[in-house]
């Protein structure tokens, strides 16, 4: 089963802030996150390995609780280009194969 | 950066027909790649993960053959959808890794839009 991801859309004005929530019910070994623009592959964002791992590139930041199997995805002050489908991904088995995505947030910045 | 190049980006099909998609990486070994169908506004689903030479292995509900996968180089792997019908008819995203394991990064190709007449 693929992670579940939270909320499914979301619509923001420049300069707010969202949180895109990732929740499996088996255990995430580790997190990816990409980002798709519509008609485009995704791109990706960041990664993190380890249970308590934060991390962030520009506005964009994630956090991963490996207990709760769980992670979030920040971005602040949003701006434009951010709008897309925001999808997580992890190695479920860390084996390398089988690697899922969850079931995607939409996110749409007008301004 | 590692690059990956999906050929063709499109292609429309008449029902009945074959339609082969090309997934290679340009600039380092994939012994790993997986292939994704991709359905409007839906998530990337899974079809198989392909490991250079060996089977591919298909998740659960994917006929493995009305699309072949054959990964027969590091550099190179093919999805083949046989005797493709309308409801085939999605965006095909493949993915590279260098190695196993979940800390690699996968590198996307374009995709690919199959529409079958």
């Known amino acids: 089963q693929q992670p579940v991801q939270s909320p499914q859309a979301v619509i923001l004005r420049e300069g707010e802030d969202a949180v895109i929530n990732c929740s499996s019910s088996?255990?995430?070994?580790?997190v990816h996150w990409y980002r798709q623009k519509h008609g485009e592959a995704p791109v990706f964002l960041m990664i993190?390995?380890?249970?308590?791992e934060q991390k962030g590139h520009d506005k964009i930041s994630a956090s991963f609780n490996e207990k709760k199997q769980q992670s979030s995805l920040y971005l602040t002050a949003s701006q434009l280009s951010y709008s897309g489908t925001y999808f997580c991904?992890?190695?479920?088995?860390?084996?390398?194969?089988?690697?899922?995505f969850g079931t995607g947030t939409s996110l749409t910045v007008i301004p | 950066g590692a690059v990956v190049s999906q050929h063709p980006s499109w292609v429309i099909c008449k029902s009945g027909t074959s339609v082969k998609i090309e997934c290679r990486s340009l600039?380092?070994?994939?012994?790993?790649m997986f292939w994704y169908r991709q359905f409007p506004k839906q998530s990337l689903m899974l079809m198989a993960t392909?490991?250079?030479?060996?089977?591919?292995?298909?998740e659960q509900g994917v006929e493995k053959d009305k699309f072949l996968i054959n990964h027969a180089s590091l550099t190179l792997s093919t999805l083949t959808v046989t005797s493709a019908h309308p409801e085939d008819s999605s965006f095909y995203i493949c993915?590279?890794?260098?190695?196993?394991?979940?800390?690699?990064?996968?590198?996307f190709g374009a995709g690919s839009r199959l529409t079958v007449l």
């Open positions: 993915s590279a890794s260098p190695r196993g394991g979940g800390a690699n990064v996968l590198t």
């Open positions: 088996k255990a995430l070994y580790s």
């Open positions: 993190l390995l380890k249970g308590g």
């Open positions: 991904g992890t190695d479920r088995f860390n084996t390398g194969n089988q690697f899922y």
């Open positions: 600039d380092f070994q994939a012994t790993t």
């Open positions: 392909s490991n250079e030479g060996s089977k591919a292995t298909y």
